[in-house]
């Protein structure tokens, strides 16, 4: 037997792009600033320590995301992981709040 495997409706895959491309926009910005940070940096160096366990919870956030994506969430669990996402933008969390609480109704 031949099964199609699930897909995601469009809202949920449009609203689960938007968190990716949000996230990955702030791992890059991230990165462009650590290789602006002129060598040596010591291991004290509080900012560069900053901007790597920022860069940890974005990398850490869209691994969870792409692994929620491929058990096929439904706008209510992706939702849940929108509220509770550390890495978002307030404006990228407004937006996806409403495309997926209009879908859930």
């Known amino acids: 037997m031949n099964q199609t495997p699930p897909t995601l409706n469009t809202v949920v895959l449009d609203a689960a792009t938007l968190m ?6 702030q791992r890059l910005a991230i990165s462009r600033e650590l290789h602006c940070i002129p060598p040596p940096v010591p291991a004290c160096d509080v900012d560069f320590n900053r901007l790597l366990e920022e860069r940890a919870v974005i ?26 996402a550390l890495a978002l933008t307030a404006d990228t969390r407004s937006r996806i709040e409403d495309l997926l609480q209009r879908e859930s109704r």
Do not use: I, S
């Open 20 to 25: 990716l491309a949000d996230l990955d926009e």
């Open 59 to 84: 990398v850490d956030e869209m691994q969870r995301l792409k692994r929620m994506l491929a058990a096929d969430p439904d706008a209510t669990g992706l939702l849940t992981f929108c509220q509770g």
